[in-house]
């Protein structure tokens, strides 16, 4: 059956460290790759998105890359801040996997990033 | 600039009573997405529309009902609650089906079911 793993249910650095984020899957064939941002008592918050022919993709101060081989996905965040400290999902399209009528886009359960002053 | 609102944000029912849940939103999106979402489970799709009048299953469809007669709003209704449909339920609109898209998701409704 299809699964997301993120690494782990919390991380805890100090400020100014770079955290990394872990997505690992099983039985998908993703063509895409998306990882948001949740605060407490929020919706969760589109960060980016990675295509699976690109094996990085940037934005300010984060870093995601995508190795289609590994069926993984790293989330990175350098010079971490306390205003960094959430929940991050990753998702995955199923479409490759079940057609365009069997859409769905799945969620991990998320990883609580915790950065301590 | 609203982008995804829901109605309530937060409920108390009995078993039994029924509800629905509103979602509007004002990006002019033609998909639209029911998810729950409940701890040590993440967020699973219920249902999910891909243009005014037309709507589809998603994972966890049974037990609940919805409508979309207006392109801006999603309604997800539950007929008859029951204590397992305590969770919060989240909203979401895209621009295309695809998932090259972002999904723009509201800040929940908070659901307990006595």
């Known amino acids: 059956s299809q699964k997301i793993e993120q690494n782990s249910e919390a991380l805890n650095i100090q400020e100014g460290k770079t955290a990394t984020l872990t997505c690992n899957y099983t039985?998908?064939?993703?063509?895409?790759l998306q990882w948001y941002r949740q605060d407490p008592g929020r919706g969760p918050v589109f960060l980016l998105l990675?295509?699976?022919?690109?094996k990085e993709k940037r934005k300010e101060r984060l870093k995601v890359t995508f190795d289609t081989t590994l069926k993984q996905s790293l989330f990175h965040i350098t010079a971490s801040q306390p205003a960094d400290s959430a929940t991050y999902l990753c998702?995955?399209?199923?479409?490759?996997?079940?057609?365009?009528?069997?859409?769905?886009?799945?969620f991990g359960k998320g990883t609580l990033l915790t950065v301590n002053p | 600039n609203a982008g995804v609102t829901q109605t309530p944000k937060f409920r108390v029912l009995k078993t039994g009573q029924s509800m629905t849940l509103l979602c509007a939103q004002d990006?002019?999106?033609?998909?639209m997405y029911w998810y729950r979402q409940d701890p040590g489970m993440g967020l699973r799709l219920i249902h999910y529309?891909?243009?005014?009048?037309?709507?589809a299953k998603g994972e966890v469809p049974d037990g609940y009902n919805v409508s979309r007669l207006k392109k801006q709003n999603f309604l997800l209704g539950l007929e008859s609650a029951a204590p397992s449909q305590t969770s919060v339920y989240f909203c979401?609109?895209?621009?295309?089906?695809?998932?090259?898209?972002?999904?723009?998701f509201g800040d929940g409704t908070r659901l307990s079911i006595l």
């Open positions: 039985n998908y064939s993703p063509a895409y």
């Open positions: 990675i295509r699976e022919n690109e």
């Open positions: 990006m002019n999106h033609e998909y």
């Open positions: 998702a995955l399209d199923s479409i490759g996997n079940s057609g365009g009528s069997n859409y769905k886009l799945t």
């Open positions: 529309s891909v243009g005014e009048g037309t709507t």
């Open positions: 979401a609109s895209s621009y295309s089906l695809l998932s090259d898209q972002p999904q723009h």
